[in-house]
């Protein structure tokens, strides 16, 4: 049972570029999230997902788009890169409920 | 406006020994709180949780005071181990369905 799986690890982007952040989970959990997490910073919330065709906005939206088209993958993409989105990203799913969320190891980006 | 704020941004403890992690929150709608641990290069990992209704829950050797009068809470890990060295953050719910809002997080080292 892998849980929840991020990929890249690790992603170096050029100001202006663009990717996506792969997220995809095991579990059959319809809640999905995305949150990043800046150096002393908490974890803020980017955008979440209730069930597949479902998706909204969280605290740091802008800059960010994603899409649920499966229960089971909710890819993050950055059309545009910039600087102050250098961040570790993590994916979080849960069948329903705040207790059960499972994060996956995170994704860290930096913007140069 | 940071809704859930950690002011310890670390916290030393000798083995064995009780750690006190503390926490503020200033929302009067949350109703659910947190506590998850995160080691690096990991996501961050379910520790205990307590509802509103309650001033106190225990799980083995972490425990979980809730204030409600202050907006406060506190976890408490007694014994102290090895292991327990992470960054715990505290996070809140305004409904057991709603978004998580997380602290900034605290560093506790646990030292020999």
């Known amino acids: 049972n892998a849980g929840v799986t991020q990929t890249p690890k690790f992603r170096i982007l050029k100001i202006g570029q663009s990717m996506t952040l792969q997220c995809t989970q095991d579990?059959?959990?319809?809640?999905m999230y995305w949150y990043r997490q800046d150096p002393g910073m908490g974890l803020k919330l980017i955008y979440y997902?209730?069930?597949?065709?479902?998706?909204d906005k969280g605290e740091v939206p802008n800059g960010y788009n994603v899409s649920r088209s499966t229960t089971e993958d909710f890819p993050l993409r950055l059309e545009l890169a910039a600087p102050s989105q250098t961040s570790v990203y993590f994916c979080a799913s849960s069948r329903g409920g705040i207790v059960g969320y499972t994060f996956g190891s995170g994704t860290r980006l930096t913007v140069v | 406006d940071q809704q859930v704020k950690q002011n310890s941004p670390s916290l030393s403890v000798q083995e064995g020994r009780i750690s006190i992690l503390n926490c503020d929150y200033t929302n009067s709608m949350f109703d659910y709180f947190l506590w998850y641990k995160k080691y690096p290069a990991e996501g961050p990992t379910f520790l205990i949780s307590?509802?509103?209704?309650?001033d106190k829950n225990e799980d083995g050797r972490f425990t979980v005071f809730l204030n409600k009068s202050a907006k406060h809470l506190s976890l408490h890990i007694v014994p102290s181990q090895p292991g327990d060295s992470a960054v715990y953050f505290c996070a809140a719910s305004a409904g057991r369905d709603d978004k998580i809002i997380f602290g900034k997080g605290t560093r506790l080292h646990i030292l020999p």
């Open positions: 307590i509802s509103s209704i309650k």
């Open positions: 579990m059959n959990h319809n809640y």
């Open positions: 997902s209730v069930g597949a065709g479902i998706t």
